[in-house]
């Protein structure tokens, strides 16, 4: 393998992490919401498990206070809304509508018909390949976002 490749393939993630969020202020202003907004319905849409407000602001780095002014505003606006965890009626867990979850999909058609024809031109090596490689990437990039919550170590 060429010595300079995982340093591009390192920078060529990044670049994609940057349109990512690129991607994530050009859905808030297309949809007339806050960036945090966008942000907010994606980590309820896309958790593994149901998120309460607190999970919520956590996975957004903002305060509990700030994260139910969020949350109050998206269920507001019919965007998200609360109902009683099954598993712990003391929790309140969040969900998108079906009102925001057609909005999201309205305003991502273009880009996910693009992925799509990106993803069509890979043969079934190359897709296992990039799967893999995402998956992986996917599981560092949590790693390292859970790590956050310890304190620096001194060098």
Known sequence: MNHDRPREVALAVRRMLQAGREMQAA????????ITDVQAVDQVVSADSPLGTVELGDRLGIRSASATVLVDRLVSAGHLTRSPDPHDRRRVVLSATDHARGEVRQALTPLLREITTITDRLDDDQAVTVLGFLEDLTAALRDYAAEAELPLRKL
């Open 27 to 34: 859905m808030a202003r297309r949809l007339g919401v806050r």
